[in-house]
C-alpha cells in the first residue's frame, strides 16, 4: 500500500499550499473558499448559457449569449488558473496505459453509438 501512495504522490500536479488558508477550518471564508465559490457559480452559468445558446431562435440572441457564454467559460478558465497556482487545486496525472484505455473505451462506445 505505501507503494501505491507514493506513486500516487508522485503523479499528483500541484503547487504548494497557499499560506492563506488556516490549518484549522473556521466559520469564516478563506481565499480558497471565496474563489472556490466563483468558479462553482461559472460552471453553474456556462452550464445554462449552452443550454440557453442552443435553444435560442432568435439569431440576434443567439449570438449574443454565445458571445456572454465565451466569456462566462474564459472567467471560468481564470479562476481556475488562480485556484491551480495558489495550491488550492491539484490534478492527478494519468500514464501511458491509463490514457490509451481512455482513448479505446471512448472510441469503443462512439463506434458503438455514432449514426455512420
Known sequence: MDQQQNYQQEMTIKNPKSSSIPNVKSPELNDRDFVNDLL??????????????????????????????????????DLFNVMFQEGFYKLQAANQQEVQQAQQQFSNYLNSQGPY
Do not use: G, W
Open 40 to 77: 462553482a457559480n461559472e460552471k453553474y452559468l456556462t452550464d445554462s448559457f449552452n443550454v440557453f445558446a442552443r435553444e435560442a431562435s432568435n439569431t440576434h440572441l443567439y449570438n449574443d449569449i454565445k458571445r456572454i457564454m465565451n466569456e462566462t467559460h474564459d472567467c471560468a478558465r
